[in-house]
Structures are given as C-alpha cells and as structure tokens.
C-alpha cells in the first residue's frame, strides 16, 4: 500500500515541551496539506505545500506551529511550547494531478493521522 | 464562519435503502466539492467529488448532486450496506487543488 503515512500515530507530552510531526505522501503526489480535527468538528485547514513551497497558512497556525517540506517529498509539522488547546488529531494529506478527469482535478487523499495529547 | 454545513448530526437507514446526506455551503466562490468517509481513528477517505461544471457524479453506488443555484449537494448511496456506517464529511475549495472547508460531519448508521 502507498498511501500516504503519518508518524507517530499517537504522541502524549506535557504542556510547554515541542513536538514534531511527520507525514510522507503518495510518491508521485506534488501538493502535500496539513489540518488539524478536534472533537465534534471537521478538518480545519492549517497548511499547504507545492513541491517545496509553502503556498498557504491559515489564520490558525500561530507562530507556534511551523511546517517544512525540505525537498518537495516527505512534510514535518512543529508545535513550540504545546498548551492544552492544541490538543487534536492532526491530519496530513496529498494530491496529484488526475488530467484524465474532465476539468483536471486534483483529490486529497488523506493520512489515519497524529493524535496529540498535551497534558 | 462554518462556511459548510452539514445540518444533521446523524441519519438511521435500513439496510439496502437509499441514503441521501446533505450539505449545504455559502461561499458563492466555491466550484469544487467532496465527500470524505471516516471511520474513528482513522484519517477520511475520499468517496467522490464532483466540480461545479457538473451536477451530478456517480461512482458505483455512490452518486453527488450539486446544486449551484441553492448552494446545496447532496450524497445518495443506493444500496446502503452495514459497512457504509461512519462519518461522512462534506468538504468545498474555491478549486481543485486547495484549502478544503469541511462541514462538521453527518454520522450514518446503517442497520440490518
């Protein structure tokens, strides 16, 4: 299966301490896309890369949060001093271009995730 | 702003009925819609998407609707089967490619 990955799975820390998230998308995927989903919610977009630039940040991800995608393959996701409130499952996703779908499209295709647990 | 809603928390169908979740959007730019499927603890899986060109996708059992004039689309799954019990969310870009809203998700039991 050459899905997209994401690691760890689940990752517990103490308020205050750093966290670095991994995601490694479908190979021959160029767009790579970090959310992030709470409780009761849907996905709310943070971040997203073409290739190695980082094209769009939302308004969520403070100056805390940082994202890298060094060559345009595998994406890390930092959190800096974690507080309670940035507890979630954080979710990367892919997209490639499909040119035999009328239109063009790209389709996200997403990861099973990071749990984060900040106590 | 919930820029997507998904106004039923939840739906009950019988086995082999249609099931038809709904979604309704206000961003008059967006022309790129989705439906993901999730499972607890696991990331959503894409289902179908259809671009505002259109009005209707199918994929096997799988058919979306949109309606651009009332901002509206609907998912139908005809036969439901126990397995497609889950999450199912509702998600719109302004174009394939980009920054996807989603709703906040409807919860579809299925039952024998």
């Known amino acids: 299966d050459t899905g997209v990955s994401q690691d760890p799975r689940h990752k517990i820390t103490k308020r205050g301490q750093n966290v670095t998230f991994r995601c490694d998308p479908i190979?021959?995927?160029?767009?790579l896309y970090w959310y992030r989903q709470t409780l009761g919610q849907g996905p709310e977009f943070l971040t997203y890369?073409?290739?190695?630039?980082?094209?769009?940040k939302s308004r969520l991800l403070s100056d805390r949060f940082s994202a890298e995608r060094p060559k345009g393959s595998f994406s890390t996701l930092e959190i800096q001093r974690t507080e309670q409130g940035d507890s979630a499952m954080y979710l990367c996703?892919?997209?490639?271009?499909?040119?035999?779908?009328?239109?063009?499209?790209?389709?996200?295709?997403f990861g099973p995730g990071t749990r984060l647990t900040v106590t | 702003d919930q820029q997507v809603k998904q106004n039923s928390p939840s739906l009950s169908v019988q086995e082999g009925r249609i099931s038809i979740l709904n979604c309704d959007y206000t961003?008059?730019?967006?022309?790129?819609f989705l439906w993901y499927k999730k499972y607890p603890a696991e990331g959503p899986t894409f289902l179908i998407s259809?671009?505002?060109?259109?009005d209707k996708n199918e994929d096997g059992r799988f058919t979306v609707f949109l309606n651009k004039s009332a901002k509206h689309l609907s998912l139908h799954i005809v036969p439901s089967q126990p397995g497609d019990s889950a999450v199912y969310f509702c998600?719109?870009?302004?174009?394939?490619?980009?920054?996807?809203?989603f709703g906040k998700g409807t919860s579809l039991l299925v039952t024998p």
């Open positions: 996703a892919s997209s490639g271009y499909r040119v035999e779908v009328a239109g063009g499209l790209y389709e996200q295709y």
């Open positions: 190979s021959e995927h160029n767009r």
């Open positions: 890369f073409q290739n190695e630039a980082q094209l769009e």
């Open positions: 961003n008059s730019m967006f022309d790129y």
């Open positions: 259809i671009s505002s060109i259109k």
């Open positions: 998600a719109a870009s302004k174009d394939s490619g980009y920054a996807l809203n």
